[in-house]
């Protein structure tokens, strides 16, 4: 396959050695030919570090050796970034990468992307191993996780006794509720003793105490550290524990099984023990001070209640006293009075107005006042009858026509046609 | 409750007993099934109680036992 491969890149004149290839050409050729390989494209190589060197470029240089060979290495400045641990010749480790050819110096090399420690590996296969055992038997389930109390009152703390980790937590527990009863159940945390340490530890506090809470903390440290975390014993205890507990287990970035194992699991130690305090002092105290503002609302609704109850009774009272009474009798005496007074007032000038009509209409009959309107009285002469229809009256008539200042003689010429 | 027993003095009560107390009294009050003159008295108690509360609060101090073998001990851990 690899010839097929030459053969398209080269006449197979060059094959058969009647010409040859330049330097760069199989440079090249050895280049495509390694990238173009899976295994080498991403491997992990284990060995010790030698020639290590850091030029200004900040990129790193290193050779990779065993008693057999030696692999010239380079790792780029952004890779560099994320290294756990500052390397140092000599040091064992695994190193990532792809393999690719640096032409100008002729050099297969290792692009490394990451290191760690060596044994880490092993380490990490085994974790995965142990977390897919306790996985399958349903350990890390979140169903079967309590729920952290709220009020709390007794905390076991299992850890160093000697660690920066505990005087965190007492400290963390100390300002948020100095209420707190703390149980410490020291135990190692590293070393080949730690995990049964760490077991017996957890058990003893459940039967000898009886917490409401367990805090299981260790600082920071490499995973080699933390591996009794790891350990199986370990989650099993944590499993069976009666009290929920609450891991905070090296830093933000460490996940160890007995993380997965605990109720809740905190970054760190600190943030576990403010975890077990979700009510702190303060809390408490503003709680306190709600219920007296209870108490005191209570009493004055009572207080309120009984002087609406009395306010009521003496309002009733008063409008049975015979005071009420008779006040109310002088009251329909003022009031009939007033009544009367008004009537007569009534009746007195309803009697002008009437008075004052017939004075009116008399003056109206009086008919010396129709002639200053204008009227005239006409009589005849010899019998000074009043004349009142057209009959009384001949053509020749003597007749007098009398106005409102005197009269005078007026006589008929003659007869209107119209009669009624 | 608060009626049949004679009332502990408030001094020697722990925090969980007089907050406890205090929450009945309160619901007790809130229910006004008492004459006025017990209803006085419980309120007079409840002021101690949420007093009594309030400085078992302020003078606080963690307590830190360790455990040894099966013996709890005092320790004192800064």
């Keep these: 396959m690899n010839k097929g491969m030459l053969a398209n890149m080269y006449p197979t004149s060059y094959l058969k050695g009647t010409l040859s290839l330049s330097v760069t050409d199989l440079t090249r050729y050895l280049r495509q030919l390694m990238e173009s390989d899976e295994i080498l494209q991403d491997v992990w190589v284990q060995g010790e570090i030698s020639n290590l060197t850091r030029p200004a470029s900040g990129h790193i240089y290193f050779t990779l050796k065993d008693s057999g060979a030696s692999l010239r290495c380079v790792m780029w400045r952004s890779n560099i970034t994320r290294l756990k641990t500052a390397l140092q010749d000599g040091m ?45 038997e349903g350990f890390f389930e979140v169903e079967r996780k309590r729920s952290i109390p709220e009020f709390v009152k007794r905390i076991g703390i299992v850890t160093s006794p000697t660690g920066a980790a505990l ?134 609704e009572i207080q309120n209640q009984k002087r609406s109850e009395m306010r009521e009774c003496r309002n009733r009272l008063q409008n049975c006293s015979p005071a009420r009474r008779i006040q109310s009798s002088w009251q329909g005496l003022d009031t009939m009075t007033r009544r009367m007074i008004t009537a007569q007032r009534h009746r007195l000038s309803l009697e002008t107005i009437r008075l004052h009509g017939v004075v009116e209409n008399l003056s109206s009959l009086n008919p010396l006042d129709v002639l200053k309107r204008g009227y005239a009285v006409v009589t005849r002469s010899p019998d000074n009858r009043l004349i009142t229809q057209t009959e009384q009256v001949e053509v020749g008539d003597q007749l007098t026509v009398r106005v409102k200042n005197g009269s005078f003689p007026v006589q008929v010429s003659g007869q209107d046609q119209e009669r009624k | 409750m608060i009626k049949n027993s ?73």
């Design chain 1, 167 to 300: 005087r965190d937590m007492i400290n963390t527990l100390r300002r948020r509720n100095p209420m707190l009863m703390v149980t410490l159940a020291g135990s190692a945390v590293q070393g080949e003793g730690a995990p049964d340490g760490l077991v017996s530890a957890i058990q003893s506090l459940n039967r000898l105490v009886h917490p409401d809470l367990i805090l299981l903390a260790r600082g920071g440290g490499s995973i080699e550290d933390l591996w009794a975390f790891n350990d199986e014993r370990v989650v099993r205890a944590i499993v069976a524990s009666e009290a929920p507990i609450i891991t905070g287990v090296g830093h933000e970035t460490d996940f160890t099984l007995s993380d997965f194992a605990a109720d809740l699991r905190a970054p760190t130690p600190t943030a576990a023990a403010e975890m077990a305090t979700q009510v702190s002092i303060n809390d408490i105290k503003v709680q306190i001070g709600e219920i007296y503002f209870q108490l005191v609302v209570a009493i004055r």
């Design chain 2, 6 to 78: 004679e009332p502990k003095d408030v001094e020697k009560l722990t925090y969980e007993e007089a907050f406890a107390e205090l929450m009945s009294l309160v619901e007790a009050l809130e229910s006004d099934e008492h004459p006025l003159d017990e209803t006085m008295r419980l309120f007079e108690r409840g002021q101690t109680l949420s007093r009594r509360c309030t400085v078992l609060l302020d003078n606080a101090e963690l307590k830190v036992q360790q455990l040894n073998g099966e013996n709890l001990v005092d320790v004192e851990i800064e």
């Design chain 1, 92 to 136: 064992a480790v695994e190193a990532h990468g792809n393999i690719n050819v640096y032409e100008a110096g002729g050099q297969y090399q290792l692009n490394t992307d990451s290191i760690r420690s060596k044994g880490e590996g092993v380490l990490y296969q085994e974790f995965i191993r142990l977390k897919n055992l306790l996985e399958a």
